[in-house]
């Protein structure tokens, strides 16, 4: 059996936390999201969650999808249309201090690759293991292991996430496993139970995979949160979710998280991306 997974208060030094995330491919951040954040992204998506259909794959990966998600549990996005509290929680500073030691140096800025409400039923069996970061690089990355990280994700309890209930499991150190063996069905892992406001921080080349839920009746509650560096696609269109103007009024990270400022490379080489010319007025005929 692995080791289990180290965890650290979020109110310690950032230096133990980035060496247990570099040793294992992923840490337990104990109370990283705070409580008032946690109790009302709670409240506002488990009403939410009330008119989803468990198992409904809408990410637009047809039967696959629905084999990923699983057939009893219910996952969406674009959280910000259901509650400001999504704001708050991109605006957080612990997560953003671990995401720029972890990306920074492969880009100018990162942005959100998703945000997802994952509630996981009663009987759903455990995930395929899997790397976040193969959305990019599977089969197709001849540097492996030494790839450099291109995402960064934080899977946070919103109620208190046990192994029964389904907690996501990982595979400590797989991150620098010399094969790049994307499915490795019989590798053991270790739960990352959680409290509300926890969080599970792990490398986008660690496998992990949601846990069983083996009650007959309780819901693990809890929701992902992913960065990916600027100049690669990401998971969920942010972006159209807001109109131009309509964050305005939220902070400059959060706008460019969302994809409503444009990508700098500095102080890498390369252009700007995700530029948006507008015409005066009186041109717009």
Request: a negative charge.
């Amino acid at each position: 059996m692995p080791p289990a997974l180290t965890r650290l208060s979020a109110d310690g030094q950032l230096a133990p936390v980035l060496e247990a995330f570099d040793d294992d491919g992923g840490v337990i951040v104990e109370g990283m999201v705070g409580t008032d954040v946690v109790d009302e992204l709670l409240r506002a998506v488990t009403a939410f969650a009330e008119g989803i259909e468990p198992g409904v794959a809408n990410q637009g990966m047809g039967e696959a999808g629905r084999f990923f998600v699983g057939a009893n549990t219910i996952r969406f996005s674009s959280l910000g249309r259901i509650t400001p509290a999504y704001f708050d929680l991109l605006d957080n500073e612990v997560f953003a201090a671990i995401a720029d030691v972890v990306l920074l140096p492969n880009c100018g800025s990162y942005w959100v690759n998703t945000a997802q409400v994952m509630f996981i039923g009663p009987g759903e069996p455990a995930q395929v293991l899997h790397r976040d970061a193969d959305n990019w690089f599977q089969h197709v990355s001849p540097t492996w292991p030494d790839t450099p990280e291109v995402t960064i994700s934080a899977m946070i309890g919103l109620e208190e996430v046990t192994e029964e209930l389904g907690a996501t499991r990982a595979v400590p150190g797989s991150h620098r496993w010399p094969e790049l063996e994307v499915y490795e069905f019989e590798a053991e892992s270790v739960p990352a139970e959680l409290s509300p406001g926890d969080a599970f921080v792990y490398s986008g080349k660690v496998l992990h995979g949601g846990g069983a839920n083996l009650t007959a009746d309780r819901w693990r509650r809890a929701m992902h949160l992913s960065f990916v560096v600027g100049w690669l696609t990401p998971e969920e269109a942010n972006a159209l979710d807001y109109a131009p103007g309509e964050l305005d009024d939220r902070s400059p990270r959060v706008q460019r998280l969302l994809g409503h400022r444009s990508y700098d490379p500095r102080p890498h080489i390369g252009g700007g991306l995700w530029l948006r010319h507008v015409r005066p007025i009186e041109d717009q005929a």
